[in-house]
T-cell receptor, first 115, second 110 residues
Framework: GAVVSQHPSWVICKSGTSVKIECRSL??????MFWYRQFPKQSLMLMAT?????????EQGVEKDKFLINHASLTLSTLTVTSAHPEDSSFYIC???????????FGPGTRLTVT | DAKTTQPNSMESNEEEPVHLPCNHS???????IHWYRQLPSQGPEYVIH???SNVNNRMASLAIAEDRKSSTLILHRATLRDAAVYYC???????????FGKGTKLTVNP
């Protein structure tokens, strides 16, 4: 299967600071990337869909000014959590896909802890 | 959009087959059924997808009912590494989006 990486794998930051998470498709060009969030013992919740070169589409209830998504190339998307607060602490996971595929390939996730 | 129903949890013994059911009675005729799994502290992993007939790949088999209102993911010989949460995911009206429900937590006993 295709490989998707995320960096960093974990990060601790102080309340009020911003954190950037990278998602890369290593062996394919992804036409679409997705960002999810997962709280402990809960399922994944889709935050936004990102297509290369265009603005991300956010799910209802997700603040686009707080969670900035940039999809600058066919292999890289970034999620920036701005002015992070303890309630933003979560497991953030990206996935990538190509238009002609039925499946998505997921990164290993980034665990964010805001103190 | 179609919705799914899965048991919260199931248990199996190592090297025995496992049948994970999913009910998707509201699925439309052209919607694919997708299965993913998530091992602890990892991102989800694609398992299999299908439309009407049964599908096989190196990881699992997918048996789809003739009326398409349900499907069963079959792991032919469970291993300890198969312990995960298995998600049966309905399509979202032609969208690429995946909407994850609670899934079935599979425990594999040695």
């Amino acid at each position: 299967g295709a490989v998707v990486s995320q960096h960093p794998s974990w990060v601790i930051c102080k309340s009020g600071t911003s954190v950037k998470i990278e998602c890369r498709s290593l062996d394919f060009q992804a036409t679409t990337m997705f960002w999810y969030r997962q709280f402990p013992k809960q399922s994944l919740m889709l935050m936004a869909t990102s297509n290369e070169g265009s603005k991300a589409t956010y799910e209802q209830g997700v603040e686009k000014d707080k969670f900035l998504i940039n999809h600058a190339s066919l292999t890289l998307s970034t999620l920036t959590v701005t002015s992070a607060h303890p309630e933003d602490s979560s497991f953030y996971i990206c996935s990538a896909s190509k238009r002609e595929w039925y499946e998505q390939y997921f990164g290993p996730g980034t665990r964010l802890t805001v103190t | 959009d179609a919705k799914t129903t899965q048991p919260n949890s199931m248990e199996s013994n190592e090297e025995e087959p496992v049948h994970l059911p999913c009910n998707h009675s509201t699925i439309s005729g052209t919607d694919y059924i997708h299965w993913y799994r998530q091992l602890p502290s990892q991102g989800p992993e694609y398992v299999i997808h299908g439309l009407t007939s049964n599908v096989n790949n190196r990881m699992a088999s997918l048996a789809i009912a003739e009326d398409r209102k349900s499907s069963t993911l079959i792991l032919h010989r469970a291993t300890l590494r198969d312990a995960a949460v298995y998600y049966c995911i309905p399509p979202q009206g032609g969208s690429e989006k995946l909407v994850f429900g609670k899934g079935t937590k599979l425990t594999v006993n040695p």
